[in-house]
């Protein structure tokens, strides 16, 4: 059935280029002639797979083997010919095809032929099988049918190797037209040539493996086909994905990232580097195993594109695929009928789906904090309504944003003093911006100087005397204030009162400091006895730092009588014991942090309320929505982030994080209150999860407790300073309006509700208590009209835009 | 009429901060003990499924701040609550003490104040109950695995407390070494059940006064 050869053998390796490959004009002549016995035609078969599958339904019954082929036509003439590029041109000959085993017939041997053919290089032989009819669009959903499409059609190929134990490896081709065709599924238990050729491998380098240790599959093979005649890319975005022959522009969205390198692969390059999955994608596939299984094979793909826009209800998904942001790829995935369909299916799954996606959404970032952060990374990563803002924010400062995360290293820190007279040098707005945004060296004792001034203990703009002084001072006063309680309660100077209640607070702090932060090396130990026997401890056993902790957290007791000691405080005074490692300097750099978190502690816990009013009317006006949402599910109370506003998410983030949290906390750069941004950010990532699925206060209130230390800080730091940008605008944009009322109802405003106003001398503005530019409140009237929109920024909401702190506690030195 | 439909019961867990509320709650429902639990701040729940004669209910245990300043912000989850666990440390005569407020403090927030969690308080004659039955309590002394000499409280001396209370169950239990605890439990499950049964029963009586009150709240809104 073969044609007569005429073919010299290319030399090998490299691989030659795909012209080479080009059919003379000889080769031409002869190739049109050669008719197959049954069509008349015939295209020549360059390379196939047997044992590749379609799997139309979940059942293993309904499989449909057949093969995957490259298959090569004559290119069609037209007048376009010689002015298209010449490899666009060169894969529209090509065809990479599916075809049935069943559909075969007599050409079956033909495709078992090539597809054992012992070769590594184009074929030698040509073998000629009767032509496909060529698709570029996947009509039938199932898939029974045989397709081939030309390549230069061929707009990616979404790669998936197998993984252990469970699924098969399969290839997607996407269409530049959008369309998805459906998986391809590699059995390569069952496909001869593919367990030949791992026999080859490991016969000849006794290592099945390839370089980067992943397992050699079917879908190799096929890669390495196109990659004989076209460009193989794969994208730097989706490790799964490989581009075909891609434009500049897909380049730029898709393909090398900034990491490129082992990513890109083209034809040009040795066999040898061919690479299968990558260990990232390895472990993706193993972190989604479990998931997967809940999930019918074939629409794994649709799944993995889903999980990384987050998007599981249909609402979303419309919204993503109407925006003109997104990139083609994506939007043409989401109006895939087969997306739709799969919405439709797993409705019921979706907090499973939605928690899952949430996860992987997170592992995202976290691969991508290795990178600059681009507006597609931030898109991929959103799933909020906030989105689209936040990419405006990127978009304007890419490269900025990288350079303002750079962390502030001790050297850095000194460099913003003068050397003589130890004094200030820099602005210090200039100061909080870059600890707000790089962070301080968790390791280089930057901290241990930086957070003095953070937190009040040394003036900005004292010298190095200056600082000298007051730290001498201070321990002085430490002493004297532990001395203090020492003198009176252990020594026996006091009523039985007043030790009465001396003695419960120390009981309370010590059972708060051994259950507080034992998990970190410094205060893990018990290797000193208790001293005192009769403490619930004197069993355990204790350790120096401990000892230290009390006895700090007694002198505040001392200090600050007024308040005493409340559960949470040893939460806050870890973290700077352990960076201070110094009891007076912690103590005095403690009692700046309580000057600001005292009121979250009052025993009216007014502090708390208010605090958490404040996120009430700042969720209202940032994302009503949700706030409408949270009402009906009784949760406007906000009492589920109590715990994270009390201690300033101590809770929430690892120890590491929340340093680096507190510290940006403390500079105020933005505003005073930027841990209730925080708070936003946290909501927002998850509001579609929370406006799906959780109904009731307890279902908020543990979804959001089960938070607690999986969630990473710096894309919340990033998505929190997007939002308060919003909120300032939002605020400036409303003040503006309320500048220029509504005419109508201006005049009507003196007769029906401001009896007094016949009084010309007095303004028809009534200031709002505690506002600083005078926001009209709306009259009866103005408020039936804006109904829907009553929006006046509350002083509680004005609060939010102040730097200092007007809370703190006066300072009594 | 004993509907056989799928019952939650929200039990509440309060005491002294440190005597063991989290850690009894995790013993009942993940059979796990850890001496490193941290303080609790705001509130925490978790669920068991359990079965009270034959019927299937599940148990929503809420774990509470111990220190009493935060308690006036949880009014959230007292509501609706169908058993209150106290629970002191047998070591700790304070966390004893205060039993009397814990108690106070749930039945101020818990019952008269929210008609709706429990209506037939509010119902005049059909339900002579007295004051200490209305909401159910059950008290816990734990930490009874602390070696007897640093003991402070001891079994009669919190039995009879319990007694003059309107005999509150009384079980004494070590979260630590799994004493006990699923027998407090159980009890607690019961007579959780029985509040809501009691409820649902009453709430068929009650309802024209339910009407009633509603007309008078709406009166003083006209």
Known sequence: MAGPVKYTPPPSPPSPTASFYDISDDDEDEYNTIAHARSGRGVKLLYSKSKVYVHPTPSAKDNIAGFIALIQQKPKPGPNHSTTTHSRNDASSFLLAWVPEASLGDAYSTYVKVDLADDDSPPRQRYLVPPLPTTTTHRDPIGLYSFAVPVSEIYSLLVRPPSLGWWFGSVVINTRSGDSFPALFFHDSECESTILQKKKRVRESFDPFDHDGSLFWGGDEVLRWLRTYVEVQRSSVDRNVYLINPSEEDQLSFGRGLNAGDGTLSKAQPEATAAGPNAAGQQRDASMDPFMKTLKETRWKVLEQLSKITTFTRRTANEIADNPRIPPQVRRLMKNPEVQTLQDEFDSARLYLARWAMSIAEQGEKDRNQRIWTAQDVLESENSSVGDFEILELETGNLAIQERRRIVTLAEWEGFFDPVSGRLHLTVEEVKERIFHGGLDPNDGARKEAWLFLLGVYPWESSHEERQAIMNSKRDEYIRLKAGWWERMVDGNSTSEEYENWKEQRNRIEKDVHRTDRTIPLFAGEDIPHPDPDSPFADTGTNVHLEQMKDMLLTYNEYNPDLGYVQGMSDLLAPLYAVMQDDAVAFWAFVGFMDRMERNFLRDQSGMRSQLLALDHLVQLMDPQLYVHLQSADSTNFFFFFRMLLVWYKREFEWGDVLRLWEALWTDYFSSSFHLFIALAILEKHRDVIMDHLKHFDEVLKYINELSNTMDLVPILTRAESLFHRFERSVQVIDKKDNFPAPSAHQRRPASSSPDSAGKGKSPQRPTVGSSSGVRPPSALQQAIDKDKPKVISPELRELLRKDVPWRRQQTS | ?222
Not at chain 2, 108 to 123: C, G, K, L, M
Not at chain 2, 167 to 185: D, G, R
């Open chain 2, 1 to 222: 009429m004993a509907s056989r439909k799928k019952v939650l019961l929200k039990v509440i867990i309060l005491g002294d901060s440190g005597v063991g509320k989290t850690s009894l709650m995790n013993q009942y429902v993940n059979k796990k003990f850890s001496g490193s639990y941290k303080a609790t701040i705001g509130a925490d729940f978790l669920t068991k499924e359990v079965l009270v004669d034959d019927r299937l209910v599940t148990m929503q245990i809420w774990d509470t701040a111990g220190q009493e300043r935060f308690q006036s912000l949880g009014v959230a989850f007292y509501r609706g609550a169908d058993c209150c666990v106290l629970v002191y440390d047998v070591n700790n005569s304070k966390s004893f003490e205060a039993l009397d407020s814990w108690r106070d403090e749930f039945l101020i927030q818990a019952s008269p104040r929210d008609p709706e969690s429990f209506p037939f308080v509010s119902t005049p004659s059909a339900w002579p109950v007295s004051e200490e039955q209305f909401a159910v309590l059950v008290v816990i002394g734990n930490k009874i695995d602390v070696e007897e000499n640093k003991r402070m409280i001891s079994s009669k001396r919190a039995m009879t407390f319990c007694q003059s209370k309107g005999n509150i169950p009384y079980f004494e239990t070590s979260a630590k070494e799994a004493l006990n605890v699923e027998q407090a439990f159980e009890v607690i499950a019961r007579s959780a059940l029985a509040q809501e049964e009691a409820e649902e029963f009453s709430g068929e009586f009650s309802d024209p006064i339910n009407i009633h009150l509603d007309n008078e709240r709406d009166g003083c809104a006209c």
